[in-house]
Structures are given as structure tokens and as C-alpha cells.
């Protein structure tokens, strides 16, 4: 398995809402990432799992809550989101050291109404 | 810190014409080099990297590119675009240290006029 699969495809919620984003790599890769992806920029970095703990944090606000129960899944839980976080969040899954690359899922088309 | 610039925000080629689009970076050491290739509303598929040896590296779906280290450029190269090429292409690039993000480009948005 090559992949990193995430659900929900596309998620529509309201600024009192609070939902999960689910990540899941079964590729053995020991570190994995939320990015956030605003349209026509490039991705930006929201917090980065190493071994199963939180090792950055990219000074991303409280609402956005990320946990890693094991090596394979990642959540991102979302609670009283503002419409400005409406965007395509992004995971991804590397080894380690992040050297090989990234493997990146499709994304979660988050809209915050 | 590593950044990258992407000089062009738009590129516009016809199908079965050559392609480059530019990458430069900064970085003190060896970087780790990379791109990757965006289809609109989909996630981000690496295409090639280079980390060390040959300059030019291949990667897929007929894509190659070439590490300058005088010119601190990774441009990505193709000899006949297609159609399917159409899409958001950024560089990164990677420090060579334990758990250290990347750094993405702004991106170049390729156009293929049939």
C-alpha cells in the first residue's frame, strides 16, 4: 500500500460544528503532516507528528486540534472554525527524516459556513 | 532557513512542445530537491527528487530534471507536453535534518493549448 487516504472528501460545517479529519498511511512512515492549502498557494505547514508526538506546531490556532492514536492515523479536530479556514487540508506521510519525499493524500475540501 | 522562488506564475506551451519550468533555491548545505505536480482540487503526487550523484534525475510520466548547484536551480524539463500536463507544479525543497519541514515554492501553473 502506496497511499495515504483521507476522509472526508469534502466537508461542509457550521462555526459552531466540531467534526474530525482522518488521515490513515499504512507505508510503515513514522512521520506525518497536516497541511493547510488556500487556492492558487502553495501548501502551508500546520503541524508535523514525528514517532507518534507532536514535534511542530506552526503556531496554528486552538480550534484546530491534531492527535496521532498510532504510527498509521492522524486526526485533525476542528471546533468552532471560522469561515477564513474554509481551504483543502492536506496530509502527509514520510519517512523519518522526510527525506525521501512525501506521500500526500487528496485532501479534505473543508468549507466553513 | 531554505526558500524557494519559482520565477514564472503562469506558463502557456502547446501539446507536444518542449517544457521547462524554473526552480532556484537557498540553502546552505546539500539540499534535498523535489517536485510535485497538482491537479486541480487534488492532493500533491511527487514526480522526482534528488538527494545526491547524477545531477540529472528522471522521474515520472516522462519528467526529468536537473540540479545546478552553481546556479542553485532544480529546473523540471519535458521534451513533448501533453494535454494531461496541465496543472499546478511546485518545487521544494528539504533540509537534510531529522523531522525539518519543507519548504514549498509559490508554484507555476501550467496551461497546454491543444
Known amino acids: 500500500d502506496t497511499e495515504v487516504t483521507q476522509t472526508p472528501k469534502h466537508l461542509v460545517m457550521g462555526m459552531t460544528n466540531k467534526k474530525s479529519l482522518k488521515c490513515e498511511q499504512h507505508?510503515?512512515?513514522?512521520?506525518m503532516y497536516w497541511y493547510k492549502q488556500k487556492a492558487k498557494k502553495p501548501p502551508e505547514l500546520m503541524f508535523v507528528y514525528s514517532y507518534e508526538k507532536l514535534s511542530i506546531n506552526e503556531s496554528v490556532p486552538s480550534r484546530f486540534s491534531p492527535e496521532c492514536p498510532n504510527s498509521s492515523l492522524l486526526n485533525l479536530h476542528l471546533h468552532a472554525l471560522q469561515p477564513e479556514d474554509s481551504a483543502l487540508y492536506l496530509c502527509?506521510?514520510?519517512?523519518?527524516?522526510?527525506?525521501?519525499?512525501?506521500?500526500f493524500g487528496s485532501g479534505t475540501r473543508l468549507t466553513v459556513v | 532557513a531554505q526558500s524557494v522562488t519559482q520565477p514564472d506564475i503562469h506558463i502557456t506551451v502547446s501539446e507536444g512542445a518542449s517544457l521547462e519550468l524554473r526552480c532556484n533555491y537557498s540553502?546552505?548545505?546539500?539540499?534535498?530537491l523535489f517536485w510535485y505536480v497538482q491537479s486541480p482540487g487534488q492532493g500533491l503526487q511527487l514526480l522526482l527528487k534528488?538527494?545526491?550523484?547524477?545531477?540529472l534525475v528522471q522521474g515520472i510520466k516522462g519528467f526529468e530534471a536537473e540540479f545546478k548547484r552553481s546556479q542553485s536551480s532544480f529546473n523540471l524539463r519535458k521534451p513533448s507536453v501533453h494535454w494531461s500536463d496541465a496543472a499546478e507544479y511546485f518545487c521544494a525543497v528539504g533540509a537534510n535534518i531529522y523531522g525539518q519541514n519543507f519548504v514549498f515554492g509559490p508554484g507555476t501553473r501550467l496551461s497546454v493549448l491543444p
Open positions: 507505508m510503515g512512515h513514522r512521520a
Open positions: 502527509a506521510s514520510s519517512q523519518a527524516d522526510g527525506g525521501s519525499g512525501y506521500t
Open positions: 534528488y538527494f545526491s550523484g547524477d545531477t
Open positions: 540553502y546552505g548545505a546539500t539540499p534535498y
